[in-house]
């Protein structure tokens, strides 16, 4: 017989003080940050509880209400070459708040004197500005609104003390998504005419850390969801499944490091003085292999990137391209790079997330200029030659957007523009025109890339390799 998920059906430990404010309770949050917090509060003296602020009136933030705060994080993959598997109770949400239902509750924790941290994962278009929002002592719609509301609350309640500023640790996948909140609660400010002595408190006393987070958290695992709840004897319905990888790069400064002790937890959090390396790291690497393995691993009949790495033919010719090809282009220390290859190969085999390739191919060609094409571009650079499985990459590309092959229709994703241009390419049959005309195009590459001595030879090769031989090999 199960257990109900409760407070009363677990041994815990005492109430801890809240910490930290998250703005969202969906999978991401509850399976990165809710989940390293809580192994903070067991390996360090952190202790800390989290306070959900609702984003939306249904999904998780509810179901956590019923479970006061609890679920279970399952992470399963690959780990070190091994099958991995862990399953965490995470005790460490306190609790949940819906601002459109009780925005006095919401207000209220503006006046939490052990509040310190702020996360937030309210997509891309969270952190945005509306200038209907029009008063702080009504519920904005925009995060960034909300926050601005809390924290001039905060402010009025301390007298504008100095130490009760706030450490923003925000999410969301845009680039200085730190300094962007920044600005846009400093508009709010504004645009609600409060005092300039509060704007002041904001910037100089409140810290907002631009970050890089990453791992892929499927979500709930229905399709084993029963396993699981014998395994712990309870009646979860908010169980996350995550990959064993996990990455948050902070730029912050040193004082962060001390409040948020994830060193001495030893976790994979990085702290840094710059994310350019790290965010060019992760473009080059994760996504970049992403985006060169697709069209190849399409053409020889694979359909998903586990079966690609695991058939023995693509899998090596991907690894010889990150490890020979985009490695060496990349200004961070060997080791450091190699480890994180070494990563996103066990990612790309974790058997727990099924990854179409085709999904993947979703605008290819703006991904290949902003993924790929740097690499190709610093390995002639600095190596004087063609990378040639980078190049095959993208030969292979050109051939993949003629929307057929093996007289099956390729399914392409694009811009009605780069679709229509591969139609219209493709009619003119030979494949040295159709490789010149694509590389000549600047709305795809930004540049000739005919200009580039070599590497007209070099793709209209690999393109004319691919049209003579099925099935075809690939470069060693």
């Not at 064993?244 to 004082?255: D, G, K, V």
Request: charged letters at 20%; aromatic letters at 10%; glycine letters at 6%.
């Amino acid at each position: 017989m199960l257990k109900k998920l409760n407070r009363t059906t677990t041994n815990l430990p005492q109430a801890r003080p809240v910490k930290v404010l998250q703005f969202g309770a969906g999978n991401f949050l509850r399976g990165f940050a809710d989940w390293m917090i809580d192994i903070l509060n067991e390996k360090t003296n952190f202790n800390g509880a989290i306070q959900v602020i609702q984003s939306i009136s249904q999904g998780a933030g509810s179901g956590l209400a019923d479970q006061e705060g609890l679920y279970h994080v399952v992470v399963s993959g690959i780990k070190s070459g091994k099958t991995f598997r862990e399953t965490r109770l995470i005790t460490s949400v306190a609790g949940t708040i819906n601002p459109k239902e009780d925005f006095a509750a919401f207000i209220e924790i503006a006046k939490n004197p052990d509040l310190q941290f702020v996360i937030s994962n309210t997509t891309e278009a969270g952190i945005s500005f509306n200038e209907k929002d029009s008063d702080p002592g009504i519920l904005s719609s925009s995060f960034p609104g909300k926050v601005t509301a809390l924290l001039f609350h905060r402010y009025t309640y301390f007298n504008g003390s100095t130490d009760k500023g706030l450490i923003f640790l925000p999410c969301e996948l845009i680039e200085k998504n730190g300094e962007t909140l920044k600005s846009i609660i400093l508009q709010y400010a504004a645009h609600w005419k409060l005092t300039k002595e509060f704007s002041s408190w904001i910037s100089d006393h409140n810290t907002f850390c631009n970050t890089i987070v990453d791992r892929i958290v499927p979500g709930f695992p229905k399709e084993i969801i029963k396993d699981i709840r014998e395994a712990t004897g309870y009646e979860d319905n908010l169980v996350v499944m995550a990959e064993p990888f996990y990455s948050w790069i902070i730029e912050a400064p040193l004082f962060v490091q001390s409040k948020f002790p994830v060193k001495l937890a030893k976790l994979d959090v990085q702290f840094a003085n710059s994310l350019v390396p790290y965010r060019t790291r992760k473009v080059r690497i994760l996504n970049g292999a992403h985006t060169t393995l697709v069209p190849v691993a399409y053409l020889k009949g694979l359909r998903t990137v586990r079966e690609s790495i695991e058939d023995p033919s693509v899998g090596n010719y991907l690894r010889k391209a990150i490890f020979e090809e985009i490695v060496p282009t990349l200004d961070l220390p060997p080791d450091e790079l190699r480890k994180f290859a070494d990563d996103v190969i066990e990612r790309f085999l974790n058997p727990s997330i099924r990854h179409e390739l085709i999904s993947i191919s979703l605008n290819s060609i703006s991904k290949f200029k902003v993924r790929v094409l740097p690499s190709i571009l610093r390995y002639i650079e600095i190596k004087h030659e063609m990378p040639q499985r980078l190049l095959f990459s993208l030969a292979a590309l050109i051939r993949f957007y003629k929307g057929s092959w093996e007289s099956q229709t390729v399914p392409l994703n694009d811009t009605p523009e780069v679709l229509s241009f591969f139609k219209a390419v493709w009619l003119t049959g030979r494949s040295e025109d159709i490789v010149q005309k694509t590389l000549a195009n600047k709305s795809f590459w930004g540049r000739d890339l005919n200009q580039t001595h070599g590497l007209y030879d070099c793709v209209a090769h690999h393109l004319a390799y691919i049209e003579s031989h099925r099935p075809y090999t690939l470069p060693e």
